[in-house]
């Protein structure tokens, strides 16, 4: 698997495609990337599965309420 990689992500406010860059060498991460078209921050998760060993990137808002 590798530990660093290009992925396109869309922007959870605006809708605008992206590209971040994720380097999973870190293990798992949860931080912020602002958008480009927007600014509005996107909140990114990096995690790897143990069982796959596939990287899996979560992308939100950060201000969506859960019930």
Same mark, same amino acid.
């Given at each position: 698997m590798r530990d660093y990689f290009e992925q396109?992500?869309?922007?959870?406010?605006?809708?605008h495609h992206t590209r971040?860059?994720?380097?999973? +060498?870190e293990g798992e991460q949860d931080y912020y990337e602002d958008c480009m078209a927007c600014c509005n +921050?996107?909140?990114?998760?990096?995690?790897r599965n143990e069982l796959t060993d596939a990287v899996e990137v979560?992308?939100?808002a950060d201000d969506e309420q859960y019930f």
């Open positions: 396109n992500i869309v922007c959870p406010h605006c809708g971040i860059v994720v380097d999973a +060498s +921050s996107i909140h990114l998760t990096v995690r979560g992308v939100d």
